[in-house]
């Protein structure tokens, strides 16, 4: 596994961050230049983006800060999965990867460029959201199957859907898997203008949420087979997945949580699992009005007894296209450590609902948790991770 | 394993594809470059959803509806597109900038997403089921074909709606131009064959499909599908032979070949490479001077692969590249490759 996100540039970083309740949510914006910067609260990765070019020896032009991202999480995780440069280029090796702002985060070149200012054609090859795994692809000559999708904020959880299907098919052997997004003016100002965002760090499943804070980061995950694994280390298996769309409108969730619901359903149907074999559901937890509130609903139709649930997104913030990727490291850390992470700012309950998520890192006998992201388009996606016996 | 029948098809493009006087004899010409979508009267949209659309979710949209209409919901809805939704971002765009930042109005944030026109479709059809956007630039549509294949192998009696769309908006065109993928040079769409000069003309369009596992009443059959990543004229020939070699019995040959030689120069290599595989038995034909280029042009190719060997339309003069001996189109490859180093091909084959 590979990360990085506002509370850490590793596995590890994020490991401490997570148990110490330490949020990475700031009045930043340094790295992105715009009229927010300073003034709204931000999930930023602390590191300008000509020093993770330094720190990666990136030297070639047109390369993103989402890209960037997304090769120092990649490096980490095919490093933790002790992949080698021959099984990188074997034709059995896929790169499944999504990202909802890809070379979108340069808006003001974007626009300079479209608008005629013919100098600054850097960017021109990497505005798209493909560009982002075809510089992994090249960088190091991966030939099996490639792929980029975009089902906004459960974009990653699709990926990591799409991997272990892959393997299932038989169209690969090992697949990496995860996501990327940087802060840009691109999608600040589009959740702005959805006022959504929270002037103050974001409170998720709290009666007096104001909003989503925005973050960046990236995340990737190696699968392999169990049966090829060896003496290589199992973190945890992928034992579920649900995909469902709550048809109901493109940028809010329907009262009744169908898509929510269909999709945790789904997911435990394909694990072949029950509602009380959930011991923690790693929540959206966006801290919208909308999202919380949903999510809340569908989660008690599902779950006779709920079992204990967090949002981490206190932590890093939202980070669309990577927050399934980041989180499904997380889950899998939740199994891996046996242990729970809180969910931070929260106060008290939604009322008429009454749900009180877990507000302490505490020890737990974890064996399955399921990860749940919906996103604009009604495009809802959850996971079960599950510890291997 | 990667296969699959496709049962109806529908197709908004820049030629006459759509609705019940598909006529594809008649080419209509490029304007300024660009070879613009026909679209139809959307009689399925209202007034204000029709205006907040953005053209790839028209296009989409309109494309998948007649499909469904009477018809049992498909299990799914999976889209190739490269950035459809581009025509809003660049609008959205355009706000942050002109008004720095303030007072913006979320509509065309919201509609440039690439995932708008699946969930568009799902929305207006109330359709739960699953529903993915692939957005791999030159293989989104190869990658949502791969998609709908595992799909089938995991849920086999299952039925799915699949699509490939793009829109030429005015941000991608100039940026695909800067970079040097269109002609900077007037060129028309019947002479682009002959151009020697770098880039194509730019093109967009919407196809959708029905497809399941079920042979029967199927128009095709789409037999095997492959992706090649690589800027090698070698390796490119090397994986099509191998993929031929598997997918075509022995003593059968390909019909008809349909690339997407699109007049740029540096993707002629492929194509003349590609040709060079087969003998004189093989006519070889052309799509892209009737639909353009764009990431998802390979979809309008197996729109057209499709009504070809169901004898739906007849293969106009103006598609000949090299008339073969062939007498029948009862086996079709598509080749396409997408700023050279994407690569897919299809085999399309008549169900026995």
């Given at each position: 596994?590979?990360?990085?996100s ?19 949510i ?10 927010y910067?300073?003034i ?12 993770l070019?330094?720190?990666?020896g990136?030297?070639?032009p ?10 120092h999480?990649?490096?980490e995780?095919?490093a933790?999965a ?20 890809g070379?979108?985060c ?6 300079a460029?479209?608008h005629?200012?013919?100098?600054n054609?850097e960017y021109?090859k ?11 692809q090249?960088?190091y ?6 792929n ?10 699709n990926?990591?859907?799409?991997g272990?299907r ?8 090992r697949?990496?898997v ?9 999608t600040?100002?589009g959740f702005?203008?959805l ?21 960046e ?6 699968l ?8 290589k ?5 992928v034992s ?10 493109p940028?809010?969730?329907?009262p009744?949580g169908?898509?929510?619901y ?6 435990l ?5 029950k ?8 929540a959206?937890?966006t ?16 779950f ?5 649930f ?20 997380y ?16 106060k008290?309950?939604i009322?008429?609902?009454g ?16 990860s749940?992201?919906f ?15 | ?13 820049p ?7 598909i ?16 679209e ?6 209202k ?5 907040r ?9 309109g ?25 809003e ?6 706000q ?6 303030d007072?913006?109005t ?5 509609q440039g997403t ?12 109330n359709?739960?089921n699953?529903n993915?956007?692939?957005v ?25 709606l699949l ?9 991608n ?5 800067l970079?040097?993928?269109f002609?900077?040079?007037?060129c ?19 196809a959708?499909?029905i497809?399941?596992?079920d ?26 032979k ?9 003593g ?5 070949l ?21 003998d ?6 052309r799509?892209?001077?009737m ?5 998802t ?23 000949i590249k ?7 189109f009862?086996n079709?490859?598509?080749?396409n ?12 084959s008549?169900p026995?």
């Amino acid at each position: 596994m590979g990360v990085i996100s506002a509370i850490g540039h590793s596995v590890d970083e994020n490991h401490a961050a997570l148990v110490n309740g330490k949020t990475g949510i700031i009045k930043g914006g340094g790295n992105f230049p715009s009229r927010y910067s300073g003034i709204l609260p931000f999930g930023e990765v602390l590191i300008g983006t000509e020093e993770l070019k330094t720190k990666l020896g990136v030297t070639e032009p047109g390369v993103t800060r989402t890209t960037l991202l997304a090769l120092h999480a990649f490096n980490e995780a095919i490093a933790d999965a002790k992949l080698t440069q021959n099984q990188l280029t074997a034709a059995d090796t896929a790169l499944v990867g999504a990202t909802t702002v890809g070379g979108m985060c340069l808006t003001d070149e974007l626009y300079a460029n479209t608008h005629g200012d013919a100098e600054n054609i850097e960017y021109v090859k990497s505005f798209d959201y493909a560009s982002v795994n075809l510089y992994i692809q090249t960088r190091y000559g991966i030939t099996g199957v490639i792929n980029t999708m975009n089902t906004a904020c459960s974009s990653s959880a699709n990926a990591i859907m799409y991997g272990c299907r892959l393997i299932k098919s038989g169209l690969a052997n090992r697949v990496i898997v995860g996501g990327a997004d940087s802060l840009a003016k691109f999608t600040v100002n589009g959740f702005n203008a959805l006022r959504i965002l929270s002037d103050e760090a974001c409170t998720p499943f709290d009666q007096n949420r104001k909003g989503l804070n925005l973050g960046e980061g990236a995340a990737f995950l190696v699968l392999e087979k169990e049966a090829d694994v060896a003496d290589k280390k199992i973190y945890a298996e992928v034992s579920g997945y649900g995909n469902a769309n709550d048809a109901y409108h493109p940028s809010s969730l329907s009262p009744e949580g169908d898509g929510p619901y269909l999709a945790m359903k789904n997911a435990l149907d394909s694990a072949g699992l029950k509602p009380v074999d959930i011991d923690f559901i790693n929540a959206h937890g966006t801290g919208t009005e909308n999202n919380d509130e949903v999510e809340s609903r569908a989660m008690l139709r599902l779950f006779n007894a709920l079992p204990d649930f967090a949002s981490t997104k206190g932590f890093t913030g939202h980070v669309l296209g990577a927050a399934s990727a980041i989180e499904a490291v997380y889950s899998v850390l939740n199994i891996d450590r046996q242990e729970l992470y809180p969910n931070l700012n929260f106060k008290e309950p939604i009322s008429g609902i009454g749900l009180q998520p877990v507000q302490a890192h505490s020890v737990a006998a974890i064996k399955h948790v399921m990860s749940n992201s919906f996103g604009f388009g009604g495009n809802c996606t959850s996971l079960i991770f599950s510890k291997v016996q | 394993m990667m296969s699959f029948y496709i049962h109806k098809t529908t197709c908004i493009s820049p030629q006459q594809t759509f609705g019940d006087n598909i006529d594809i004899a008649t080419l209509h010409p490029s304007v300024d470059n660009k070879l613009y979508a026909i679209e139809p009267a959307y009689p399925q949209f209202k007034g204000n959803a029709l205006r907040r659309m953005s053209k790839s979710t028209r296009i989409g949209a309109g494309a998948a509806l007649p499909l469904l209409a009477g018809a049992p919901q498909p299990d799914g809805i999976i889209i190739g597109t490269q950035v459809s939704g581009m025509e809003e971002n660049g609008k959205f765009l355009n706000q942050i900038i002109e008004y720095n930042e303030d007072m913006l109005t979320p509509g065309s944030f919201v509609q440039g997403t690439p995932n708008t026109i699946s969930s568009q479709i799902a929305l207006i059809s109330n359709n739960k089921n699953y529903n993915l956007t692939h957005v791999h630039r030159g293989l989104a549509f190869e990658n949502a074909v791969i998609d709908v294949a595992m799909l089938l192998n995991e849920n086999p009696r299952s039925n799915y709606l699949l699509g490939g769309v793009d829109e030429i908006s005015f941000n991608n065109y100039t940026l695909d131009t800067l970079a040097g993928w269109f002609k900077k040079e007037d060129c028309l769409n019947s002479d682009m064959y002959s151009s020697t000069t770098d880039g194509s003309l730019s093109g967009e369009g919407a196809a959708m499909f029905i497809v399941g596992n079920d042979k029967q009443n199927a128009m095709a059959q789409l037999k095997a599908i492959t992706t090649i990543h690589s800027a090698d004229v070698e390796v490119i020939k090397t994986r099509i032979k191998k993929f031929l070699e598997e997918n075509l019995a022995d003593g059968e040959k390909a019909d008809l070949l349909l690339t997407g030689e699109n007049g740029d120069k540096r993707s002629l290599p492929f194509y003349t490479s590609f040709d060079s595989l087969f003998d004189n038995y093989t006519s070889i034909a052309r799509f892209k001077h009737m639909c353009g280029e764009y990431p998802t042009a390979s979809s309008f190719a197996l729109w057209l692969a499709c009504n070809v060997v169901s004898g739906a339309v007849n293969v106009p003069q103006h598609m000949i590249k090299r008339k073969g001996e062939a007498t029948g189109f009862k086996n079709i490859l598509i080749y396409n490759t997408h700023k050279v180093g994407q690569h897919s091909c299809m085999l399309v084959s008549l169900p026995v």
